[in-house]
């Protein structure tokens, strides 16, 4: 029982997710598709007209068919009467009131041998009653189908003895409903009170209106048909070029920088693809220009950096020897030879990282990644900045996992890039305490560097990964940097498949989150750390949400 109970739970499960997928379905479709929301729109608004239309025509030709019927039947049934009171004074006073009932009865229908004749107003059945109120119920008398007479059409009659009443009244006979038009009118005769009943069938009425209900319902299907062919075929002349356009610019953004529309005629798509055509034209060109630029920059860096290599070694070898010999010079000569070493060091790294970025640049870099556990990775980068913190009098603060956060990685490239993450904050953060924390979960690995130091102005947070930009040129630093470190660091990133972000606040100090996978080509959904980080108070004025750098954010 057991066992059934979880195959049915397990088979509504199945049915309810298979009905949330076919709902999905059905509404990416529908926010998608333009075409389908403009057919559908117009048979939702033509299906409330055709709706009015056939209900209103409807109305007229019931009201036009019954009022012409009921004209003709009033008019019947006043001839009718006359019949009827001419045989009714041809009978003697002393007849039974039933046989001379009766006997009217015939003369009215003795044109048809079943009981019912024919006339303007079509066939019908006459009923005589004797409605007099000295008269007990048990002596009423009448004649014909008395009982397929409704009690409220003799009650309106009887207190409306010099009008005649009509009523449209269904009964039931024979197991079958039938609906009769009955008019009611006074028989003047002096013998008694007597009242005239004519039962016209409404039978051939009935079939007219079904006909024209059919019609009216099977023309408005073929309308709204007719419709939504002629709105899918105009749509479909407008959606169609714009698809096309729209896969162009997808092609074009895509890097088919050659892709074009094609210009068919003079109208409005025409010009729409001839504007279209040399908008990409224009593009192509200005991209192709910053291209050959780029490229011709690039190779001039790398030309350069690779040209000093020679010279500079040449310098730090004689650099090296008068420095060791400093003892021998003067005061101020020997300072000025540890000044010539201090620059050629700076020389160095600059050199350095611009033949780094120029081979990231030309995408010859490679990651040789293997597991690492990051952990190892942060102290080697706290350490080879512990002088310069110790300088810059701040304290760098360690928030490490306390199991293994192994990670495949290139543990060269994650150190170079925590050591400018740390030297970047030691450089800002104004002698306070700088925070290294790291977070290993699910398929990510996460590590932020806080400062609380001068933070980061609205905007700044998308240009802090540009090659040479700082935030206060003025400002005195303390690391020396080349200005190229946080974009190297972005890059690195990058080829690991992870991402770099920043966040800041004046007098907030910033913040600097990397994540990386935790094995490469397996992508990851969020970050393990948040940012905006956990302690940043609450901004008193809208800021912009930190965003990761676009790749085209720098140059």
């Given at each position: 029982m057991t066992s059934l109970w979880r195959w049915l739970l397990g088979a509504a499960r199945g049915v309810l997710a298979a009905g949330r997928r076919r709902s999905g379905a059905y509404s990416d479709l529908w926010r998608r598709s333009l075409q389908l929301r403009v057919v559908v729109s117009t048979l939702a608004l033509g299906s409330?007209?055709?709706?009015?239309?056939?209900?209103?025509?409807?109305?007229?030709?019931?009201?036009?068919?019954?009022?012409?019927?009921?004209?003709?039947?009033?008019?019947?049934?006043?001839?009718?009467?006359?019949?009827?009171?001419?045989?009714?004074?041809?009978t003697r006073d002393s007849d039974p009131i039933?046989?001379?009932?009766?006997?009217?009865?015939?003369?009215?229908?003795?044109?048809?041998?079943?009981?019912?004749a024919a006339g303007p107003a079509g066939a019908f059945e006459p009923v005589l009653v004797n409605d007099a109120p000295y008269i007990s119920p048990s002596d009423v008398k009448?004649?014909?189908?008395?009982?397929?007479?409704?009690?409220?059409?003799?009650?309106?009659?009887?207190?409306?003895?010099?009008?005649?009443?009509?009523?449209?009244?269904?009964?039931?006979?024979?197991?079958?409903?039938?609906?009769?038009?009955?008019?009611?009118?006074?028989?003047a005769t002096t013998s008694a009170a007597l009242r005239l009943y004519m039962l016209y069938p409404l039978a051939a009425e009935q079939r007219t209106i079904g006909v024209v209900q059919s019609t009216l319902v099977v023309g408005g299907l073929v309308l709204l048909l007719l419709l939504a062919g002629i709105t899918n075929l105009v749509t479909r002349q407008v959606v169609l070029p714009v698809r096309r356009a729209a896969r162009a610019a997808e092609r074009?953004?895509?890097?088919?920088?050659?892709?074009?529309?094609?210009?068919?005629?003079?109208?409005?798509?025409?010009?729409l693809a001839e504007s279209y055509n040399e908008m990409a034209a224009s593009i192509e060109r200005q991209i192709r220009q910053l291209e050959d630029f780029g490229q011709l920059q690039r190779r001039f860096t790398s030309d350069v950096s690779h040209e000093?290599?020679?010279?500079?070694?040449?310098?730090?070898?004689?650099?090296?020897?008068?420095?060791?010999?400093?003892?021998?010079?003067?005061?101020?000569?020997?300072?000025?030879t540890e000044l010539l070493v201090d620059e050629l060091d700076r020389f160095e790294s600059l050199l350095g990282d611009l033949l780094e970025i120029s081979r990231l640049d030309a995408g010859v870099e490679e990651l040789?990644?293997?597991?690492?556990?990051?952990?190892?990775?942060?102290?080697?980068?706290?350490?080879?900045?512990?002088?310069?913190?110790?300088?810059?009098?701040?304290?760098?603060?360690?928030?490490?996992?306390?199991?293994?956060?192994?990670?495949?990685?290139?543990?060269?490239?994650?150190?170079?890039?925590?050591?400018?993450?740390?030297?970047?904050?030691?450089?800002?953060g104004e002698g306070k305490p700088?925070?290294?924390?790291?977070?290993?979960?699910?398929?990510?690995?996460?590590?932020?560097?806080?400062?609380?130091?001068?933070?980061?102005?609205?905007?700044?947070?998308?240009?802090?990964?540009?090659?040479?930009?700082?935030?206060?040129?003025?400002?005195?630093?303390?690391?020396?940097?080349?200005?190229?470190?946080?974009?190297?660091?972005?890059?690195?990133?990058?080829?690991?498949?992870?991402?770099?972000?920043?966040?800041?606040?004046p007098g907030e100090g910033a913040c600097f989150r990397l994540t990386l996978p935790v094995e490469q080509g397996v992508e990851y959904e969020d970050s393990p750390l948040p940012l905006p980080p956990a302690d940043a108070r609450p901004m008193t004025q809208p800021a912009p949400l930190p965003l990761s750098v676009p790749e085209e954010a720098y140059p």
């Open positions: 409330a007209v055709i709706f009015v239309l056939g209900m209103v025509l409807q109305n007229q030709i019931t009201e036009r068919l019954l009022g012409t019927k009921e004209e003709a039947a009033i008019a019947q049934t006043r001839n009718a009467v006359q019949i009827a009171e001419r045989e009714l004074a041809g039933r046989d001379r009932l009766n006997s009217a009865v015939n003369k009215l229908t003795s044109s048809s041998p079943d009981q019912s009448f004649a014909g189908p008395y009982e397929n007479v409704p009690q409220s059409l003799r009650d309106f009659v009887l207190s409306s003895p010099n009008r005649t009443v009509s009523q449209i009244y269904t009964v039931e006979r024979n197991g079958e409903r039938t609906t009769y038009l009955i008019v009611g009118v006074p028989v074009f953004a895509d890097g088919e920088l050659g892709e074009r529309m094609v210009v068919a005629g003079e109208d409005d798509v025409a010009r000093l290599r020679t010279p500079l070694t040449t310098v730090r070898m004689a650099a090296d020897v008068l420095h060791a010999s400093r003892a021998q010079f003067p005061a101020g000569l020997a300072r000025s040789v990644a293997e597991y690492t556990d990051l952990r190892a990775v942060a102290r080697r980068a706290v350490e080879s900045v512990r002088v310069i913190a110790r300088n810059a009098g701040s304290e760098i603060v360690l928030d490490l996992p306390e199991e293994d956060a192994t990670a495949e990685v290139e543990s060269r490239r994650v150190e170079r890039i925590l050591r400018n993450l740390l030297a970047n904050a030691i450089d800002h700088v925070e290294l924390t790291m977070v290993f979960e699910g398929n990510a690995v996460a590590v932020t560097v806080r400062d609380h130091g001068v933070g980061l102005r609205t905007g700044e947070a998308d240009l802090v990964f540009n090659r040479f930009w700082r935030a206060d040129p003025s400002r005195n630093r303390h690391t020396g940097g080349t200005g190229l470190g946080l974009a190297i660091s972005l890059e690195d990133a990058r080829l690991h498949g992870g991402g770099l972000d920043a966040w800041g606040e």
